[in-house]
């Protein structure tokens, strides 16, 4: 079975989100392992 790729990508506004949440220290856990995979989705800039 061939593996599918993962086109979903998050938007700007979310992965800005993201970023503030991972860059509070107070942040939890599970919101950081969140925002990390949200990030994951971007494009990559060129």
């Given at each position: 079975?061939a593996?599918?790729?993962?086109r979903?990508?998050?938007s700007k506004?979310a992965?800005?989100?993201?970023a503030k949440?991972?860059s509070n220290?107070?942040?939890?856990?599970d919101?950081k392992?969140?925002?990390?995979?949200?990030?994951?989705q971007?494009?990559n800039?060129?």
């Amino acid at each position: 079975m061939a593996k599918k790729s993962n086109r979903e990508v998050t938007s700007k506004k979310a992965a800005s989100a993201a970023a503030k949440v991972l860059s509070n220290p107070k942040s939890s856990k599970d919101a950081k392992s969140a925002a990390g995979s949200a990030l994951t989705q971007r494009p990559n800039k060129k």
